[in-house]
């Protein structure tokens, strides 16, 4: 059973910052790159980061780019996004989920960034 569970979220202050996790089960995660998203409240799902199978190619979105890292542990099928610099317009519910094939949609983790 495909299975993938993001933490780390909460509540944190302009300027702060937060790591999340990804854990992933039910297929074989070396072989994928591995995506976060996030959906802001009223807004649609949008691209934060991409990390290839190996670790050795990394993409951000303009609005994370510099102050997102995106990193893997594919010993442990956990994929992680540590946040830096965080802004209000962070705030979100952030998924992962592979980049290709069809897979269920985690529970999500909420970040929200308020003073």
């Known amino acids: 059973q495909v299975q993938l569970v993001e933490s780390g979220g909460g509540l944190v202050q302009p300027g702060g910052s937060l790591r999340l996790s990804c854990a992933a089960s039910?297929?074989?995660?070396?072989?994928?790159?591995m995506t976060w998203l996030r959906q802001a409240p009223g807004k649609e799902r949008e691209f934060v980061a991409l990390?290839?199978?190996?670790?050795?190619?990394?993409k951000y979105s303009d609005p994370v780019k510099g102050r997102f890292t995106v990193s893997r542990d594919n010993a442990k099928n956990t994929v992680y996004l540590q946040l830096r610099s965080l802004k209000p317009e962070d705030t979100a519910v952030y998924y992962c989920?592979?980049?290709?094939?069809?897979?269920?949609w985690g529970q999500g983790t909420q970040v929200t960034v308020s003073s």
């Open positions: 989920r592979p980049e290709s094939g069809s897979f269920p």
């Open positions: 039910g297929f074989t995660f070396r072989r994928y790159a």
């Open positions: 990390i290839s199978s190996s670790g050795g190619f990394t």
